[in-house]
Nanobody, 124 residues
Framework: QVQLAESGGGLVQAGGSLRLSCAAS????????MGWFRQAPGKEREFVAA????????YYADSVKGRFTISRDNAKSTLYLQMSNLIPEDTAEYYC?????????????????WGQGTQVTVSS
């Protein structure tokens, strides 16, 4: 099993940047595909980005493509989400997720491990 803990959320003005981190503990982090999801009040949890076990392949939701970058440091057992050019529509609770396969996609059902979330609020 792997435990996940997000950090780095906060309040930022539109156009600003934030970097989220997700620290993993437990089983070998490098064996897991990882993803970021978000959930706004009253909405379903949605896919943001995913990265394969080695960090060589990444995937993004159309809504964040070109503005967000997912990365991982397997030596530090940490997943990152660099967010730039933030807009108010990016306001949500952000969750990191782990899947015990080398590569995973956009479906929440692919991921068996979830963090508690970190709040990102973008003001206009």
């Amino acid at each position: 099993q792997v435990q996940l803990a997000e950090s780095g959320g906060g309040l930022v003005q539109a156009g600003g940047s934030l970097r989220l981190s997700c620290a993993a503990s437990g089983r070998t982090f490098s064996m897991y595909a990882m993803g970021w999801f978000r959930q706004a009040p009253g909405k379903e949890r949605e896919f943001v980005a995913a990265i394969n076990w080695s960090g060589t392949r990444s995937y993004y939701a159309d809504s964040v493509k070109g503005r967000f970058t997912i990365s991982r440091d397997n030596a530090k057992s940490t997943l990152y989400l660099q967010m730039s050019n933030l807009i108010p529509e990016d306001t949500a609770e952000y969750y990191c997720a782990g899947a015990s396969v080398p590569s995973a996609g956009a479906n929440t059902s692919e991921y068996g491990y979830w963090g508690q979330g970190t709040q990102v609020t973008v003001s206009s």
